[in-house]
């Protein structure tokens, strides 16, 4: 592909971004003057969801699992290797980190720790070890990417639910009976709306380090310099003397630790694992992957959009509690999936990293 | 280069492999799959709690013993044919066993299921295109057939005639609305460049959710407390004629997905779209010189393989159903394995759609006799894939003991396995 083709390319995919992000702005702009001029009606509920503190707070809550797994897609993506297998990450994360903190007593502590952290850090640690796993299948036996991230998500889902059924005797867990709960932050947590930021789930606050130290070490770093090469011109990074394949793997295992948190976060923050037909991730870890694609792998960007995915289920989980009206609430359920189509149609064009996908042969077969 | 042009690059190396390697490779998958399944029993069953052990291995108890487990999966998807809670290891044949049982036709009707959407996967992988949204377009041609059937029935003869005449217009119906789901994908693909994973499994959950609505609150059967519609008289449904114990299964069905086989088998390989579609696939650059319309091709083969897709759905909801209910099977999503075990190939469908019918079928008889839930299946489902999937790890375990040096040899000095960027 010539360099003019890829500029031109780079220059409509600014346009479709900016046309997105205004159209976003401009809807939200018409049901505030519509719900200022109506008050009482239905632009008036709109209006007063979008800009309630606990749509916020929840925005914010829902968006940790996306943001996580973009995150980590992003890091598994721009090392080269495409990681469809988010979803599964995402299951297995949640599901292990509650099996754990039922299996060691919700109320214990060990260590000092208490038994939910406990489960915490197990989610994250199934969830490294999955990637690990798509990692060697992707990098050592150099499998087609599509494919194994497709059977990390289907074993997930599979795994998940049959584990529950062995140890619970359905394919939901009992509810623990405790949550991460949440940290406030005194005084700030009293600021109208905004103090939503402040009276947060923790894993809300790890969100807010974690996306900016993202951005920070891909860009800003040795390591995130070789990770963006190794995804772009691995036969540059060959040639300094940097192993392709152990950054690879590196990217691929910050993206099942990222993922990790996020899955944890999920299932923790709501104190129970829920395994009917797509689990209770249902589809996060793609909605993830369009997240970063429109963010155009740039951390920042990749948690704008997966805020905005969240604060449209949000705002449509509010939208059902409305009387009222007369939309079914399995149709308003599809929001979230349809913008994501949308969006994806219209970033469609994104332009990936040069050798995301390819496998890398150091021509050294011994390794 | 794109992700999925690479992708590409590798179905095209599959397909490049030999048949007979192809078939080793999905042997041994299958054989892999099962020992990690194996493996998968015995720590679970450390995790249940049992009075006695099953098996003791390394003086631990387990609670489920893996050969118990697969012998139970077997022969119940076979309806029986030996005793095998007798002692010993040669089982004694039961002298009750009737081919025409239940077990076997429950995987029988897996199995004709599975043709359908392991057909539809096929197609659209052999076009180079992930559809990963069988599932939805299952759901909602099996919707459209059923609606169909619904309204169409009272304007019909009742009996035989009636659904000699309904039943196929219901299955097209249901082809159609399926197809043209899988439409949308490939037009978005084609024409914004989305990506056809994501898109397609992106309206999986739109489909559930719009066909969940209609149902719900528009054509719902109003007796009942369950989301599903009215069901159909008998004769606009597909009876099991040879299988008189029930098991919702319909030899008839079974015969229109073996010729639909050999149908597909002919459109891809005998037909001048058949070769535009395969060389989009496996060589979209030589397609596009040879003045192939790419963009129609996705287009094209993507509602082929959304109609192969909805025509599961038709089957469903009318040989096992005889109405649409809310939850359906995730047919669409074991199509995947199926098409994945059978390298794509529709002749390799109707093994691999076996093999898989039998073990969802058999995986009933081991929760029941063995306590070992079904979902067993649903990993089995996606560790066949992972082992699928990597090809380079068989033909490291063949040369690492040695097993086939001579065919190593070949490979390596052929040059067509693996070794693009050298």
Redesign the interface.
Same mark, same amino acid.
């Given at each position: 592909m010539s360099t003019t083709t890829i500029d031109r390319l780079r220059d409509t995919e600014l346009s479709y971004r900016a046309t997105l992000a205004g159209g976003a702005l401009s809807v939200f702009l018409l049901i505030a003057l519509l719900g200022l001029a109506f008050p009482g009606s239905i632009w008036g509920n709109f209006l007063a969801i979008l800009t309630s503190r606990s749509t916020l707070s929840s925005a914010l809550r829902l968006s940790v699992p996306i943001t996580f797994a973009a995150l980590g897609g992003i890091f598994s993506e721009k090392a080269g290797v495409v990681n469809i297998g988010l979803e599964g990450l995402l299951i297995i994360s949640a599901f292990t980190a509650v099996i754990t903190t039922a299996v060691v007593g919700p109320e214990m502590t060990v260590l000092g720790l208490p038994a939910i952290w406990i489960g915490f850090f197990a989610g994250i640690l199934s969830s490294v070890l999955f990637s690990a796993l798509f990692a060697v299948v992707c990098i050592r036996f150099k499998a087609d990417q599509i494919i194994a991230g497709l059977a990390v998500w289907l074993i997930a889902l599979g795994l998940a639910p049959f584990a529950a059924t062995v140890y619970y005797g359905g394919v939901n867990t009992d509810n623990l009976g405790t949550t991460l709960g949440t940290w406030t932050i005194p005084v700030l947590s009293d600021i109208p709306f905004f103090g939503a930021f402040f009276d947060a789930d923790p894993a809300v606050y790890m969100m807010l380090v974690a996306v900016p130290a993202s951005w920070y070490v891909l860009n800003r770093t040795a390591f995130g310099r070789h990770v963006r090469a190794s995804g772009e011109n691995p036969k540059a990074l060959d040639t300094v003397g940097v192993d392709v394949s152990r950054v690879r793997y590196a990217g691929v295992l910050l993206s099942g630790f990222l993922a990790g948190i996020g899955g944890s976060a999920l299932s923790l923050g709501l104190g129970q694992f829920v395994g009917n037909n797509q689990t209770m991730v249902n589809g996060k870890g793609f909605i993830a992957i369009v997240a970063y694609l429109f963010g155009n792998y740039n951390p920042i960007g990749a948690f704008g959009a997966s805020f905005l995915f969240a604060g449209l289920e949000a705002a449509q989980i509010r939208l059902q509690q409305v009387p009222g009206y007369a939309i079914p609430d399995s149709l308003i359920q599809t929001i979230p999936y349809v913008t994501v189509l949308v969006v994806l149609a219209l970033v469609g064009r994104t332009r990936i990293p040069e050798a995301a996908g390819e496998h890398y042969d150091t021509g050294d077969d011994n390794r | 280069?794109?992700?999925?042009e @690479?992708?590409k690059a *590798?179905?095209r190396r599959?397909t490049a492999a030999s048949a007979t390697e192809r078939i080793l490779i999905s042997f041994a998958a299958l054989v892999m799959a099962v020992l990690v399944g194996a493996v998968?029993i015995l720590v679970?069953g450390r +995790?249940?709690t049992c009075q006695t052990a099953a098996t003791t291995l390394f003086g631990t108890g387990f609670c489920y013993d893996p050969v118990e487990v697969y012998l139970v999966l077997f022969n119940g998807a076979l309806g029986e044919p030996f005793l095998v809670n007798r002692p010993g290891i040669l089982k004694p044949l039961n002298p009750d066993w009737n081919p025409l049982s239940f077990g076997l036709a429950l995987t029988l009707k897996e199995t004709t299921l599975l043709i359908f959407t392991g057909l539809s996967v096929a197609v659209s992988f052999r076009a180079g295109l992930?559809n990963?949204g069988t599932q939805g377009q299952l759901v909602l041609g099996g919707l459209a057939t059923a609606l169909f059937s619904f309204f169409v029935a009272p304007l019909l003869p009742s009996g035989l005639v009636g659904g000699l005449i309904l039943i196929p217009l219901a299955v097209i119906v249901g082809a159609l609305v399926g197809g043209l789901y899988g439409a949308i994908p490939g037009a978005?693909k084609a024409y914004? %460049?989305? @990506?056809e994973? +994501?898109?397609t499994?992106?309206?999986n959950? +739109?489909a559930?959710?719009?066909a969940? *609505?209609l149902v719900? $609150?528009f054509y719902g059967n109003p007796d009942s407390q369950v989301v599903e519609t009215t069901p159909l008289p008998d004769w606009a449904t597909l009876l099991p004629v040879a299988f008189p114990q029930g098991g919702d299964f319909s030899i008839l069905a079974l015969a229109f997905g073996l010729a639909l086989v050999v149908a597909v088998w002919f459109l891809l390989e005998q037909t001048s779209f058949g070769y535009d579609l395969r060389t989009s696939g496996e060589q979209p650059e030589a397609a596009e010189y040879g003045g192939v319309d790419a963009k129609r091709t996705t287009v094209t083969s993507m509602f082929l393989s959304g109609a192969l897709g909805g025509m599961g759905g038709a089957i469903w909801v009318l040989m096992v159903m005889g109405k649409w209910q809310a /939850?359906v099977p995730a047919l669409g999503?074991d199509g995947?394995?199926v098409s994945?075990l059978a390298g794509n190939n529709p002749f390799g469908v109707v093994p691999a759609a076996l093999l898989f019918g039998t073990l969802k079928s058999g995986s009933l008889a081991v929760q029941f006799g063995t306590g070992?839930?079904k979902?067993?299946? #649903? *990993?089995?489902? /996606?560790?066949i +894939?992972?082992f *699928?999937?990597?090809p $380079?790890?068989f033909r490291?375990l063949g040369s690492a003991i040695d097993l086939e040096p001579d065919r190593e040899t070949v490979a390596t000095d052929g040059g067509s396995l #693996? /070794?693009? %960027? $050298?």
């Open positions: - | 280069m794109s992700a999925t @690479n992708a *590798v179905l599959l998968i679970s +995790i249940t992930f990963i978005l914004a %460049d989305a @990506n994973v +994501i898109t499994i992106m309206l959950f +739109i559930a959710q719009i969940f *609505v719900s $609150e /939850g999503f995947i394995t994945i070992v839930p979902q067993l299946v #649903g *990993v089995l489902r /996606g560790l +894939i992972l *699928v999937a990597m $380079e790890f490291m #693996g /070794g693009d %960027d $050298e």
